[in-house]
């Protein structure tokens, strides 16, 4: 309990301090526009459906984007860890272009796709599946080699080997990157949608710049705010909860498992 | 020869069987060249020094390592890999952290094609064997290390393999859990008859579980003695029976482990 009113109280006074830099601040309170303003824009932005549709573009391509880039990053990541000579190969290719800010694939995905879905999507995928695929892999190359010999000697080979052993031997590492290429694919989608317009939350923005609208631009970065913690808390929170309840993980008994494989 | 036995052919044969691993200090020879032999329905216990390369031996009979040299024979067939009929009981067990104990022991039996009610039953019936009926929605870690011992037991069992292979199992655990294992291991092997190759560096152990004992020389391992052991079942490990050939086994062993340690002063001197 304390814990929660503490924030809550942390909470109540943030809002006052923004509503008296809006009142009382150096600069002209239009460009500080106060919590009430903003609340309204975002009862507008609901009740006109705009934010709706923006988010319902925004999701979908997310969704689209990420569920994809979650299918190809885990292969990738299986063969990267599994197949010496593709770490050697793609896994160091991977690593390469990991230091590549996935926004700067938008010129190139532009015109190879021209200004479409496609591009948006190619740009999404490519901030998500890299760092799917490099969590995975080394989440496969740690996993102790007892899982392997086990699976092995109770009579799993090939692809059962992978899917019934390996990949879930590696989840947390898997897990770790899938909630990673999340907020990869988030960003990158964030900054694609400013850059080139075409519906969705970031245009959203765009438009609320373009009209000098401030309580708009900060109503759409609540909702972003919201999303972003809606999904990690009702998705991968609910997730992580649940591995570490399985594996044992809980900040209650870290001791017992390892100490375990120590002896 | 010793481990042939007189009606029939044995069951596991290892002959000329050498292993050399690559590490630090260039090629070493890890084992061998080996020769022995497992009658069906036999618990051989295997001792030597540690690093004599019993667990690398163990691995080769499972098919789970090649030897470079030499070839092991099972139920008359070349081993070319792992297979259900020769299950081991690893060191550190190997249970699945996610799966449920019902779920870790169905793993194999999924893999061999047997249907749920099948599955099921199996399960149920081999975790009543080792005591742990009701725990079948447990998570590894919510149990004690001897009820993982158990499981693991019973995972292996429950594939119904012609031999079982032990490695070191109940090394980990503590002296009374470790004594009621022994006797329900005993009552197990006995009533299901099946062949165990069990691998330990506890004298104790072995003279307390084994229908025969072999002892292993320090690395490359080799064959140094075999003892039959006729001492009455059930045993248990303080009868006398048990501690006089426990000593018998040490005194044999006593060299190689005094060679072991010199070694090791030798190295530790040289780092």
Known sequence: ????????????????AWQALHLW?????????????????????????????????????????????????????????????????IGSLLLGLQTLPSICWLPLAIIWFGLNERAIQFVVVMGAVLAIAIHTSDGVKNIPPIYVRAGRNLGARGPRLLTGIILPAALPAVLTGAKLGWSFAWRSLMAAELLFVSLGLGQLLMVGRELNDIAQVIAVMVVIIALGLLVDNLVFGRIERRMRRVWGLGAALPGRARGRRAA | MAGISPNGAPKLSVRAVEKTFVNRQGVVSALGPLDFEIREGEFVCVVGPSGCGKTTLLNIVAGLEAPDVGDVIFDGKPVLGPGPDRIVLFQDLGLFPWMTVRRNIEFGLRLAGLGRVERRKRAAHYLRMVHLAGFHTSYIHELSGGMKQRVA?????????????????????????????????????????????????????????????????????????????????????EDRDVGGLAARLREDLREEIEAVLLEERRRAKER
């Open chain 1, 1 to 16: 309990m304390p814990r929660s009113v503490n924030r809550g109280l942390f909470y109540l006074a943030a809002l006052a």
């Open chain 1, 25 to 89: 601040g150096p600069w002209p309170s239009f460009l500080v526009p106060g919590p009430v303003q903003v609340a309204e824009a975002l009862i507008a932005g609901f009740a006109d459906g705009t934010f709706l549709i923006g988010i319902a573009v925004t999701m979908r391509r997310l969704l689209l984007g990420y569920a994809l880039s979650l299918v190809l990053g885990t292969v990738l990541g299986l063969l990267i860890g599994r197949v010496r000579w593709m770490d050697d190969t």
């Open chain 2, 153 to 237: 037991l019973a995972r292996a069992l429950a594939m119904d393999p012609v031999m079982l292979l032990m490695d070191e199992p109940f090394a980990a655990l503590d002296a009374q859990t470790r004594d009621m294992l022994h006797a329900e291991l005993q009552e197990i092997w006995s009533g299901t008859g099946k062949t165990i190759l069990f691998v330990t560096h506890n004298v104790r152990e072995a003279a307390c579980l084994a229908d025969r004992v072999v002892t292993m020389t320090r690395r490359p391992g080799r064959i140094k003695r075999e003892f039959v052991v006729d001492i009455p079942r059930p045993r248990q490990i």
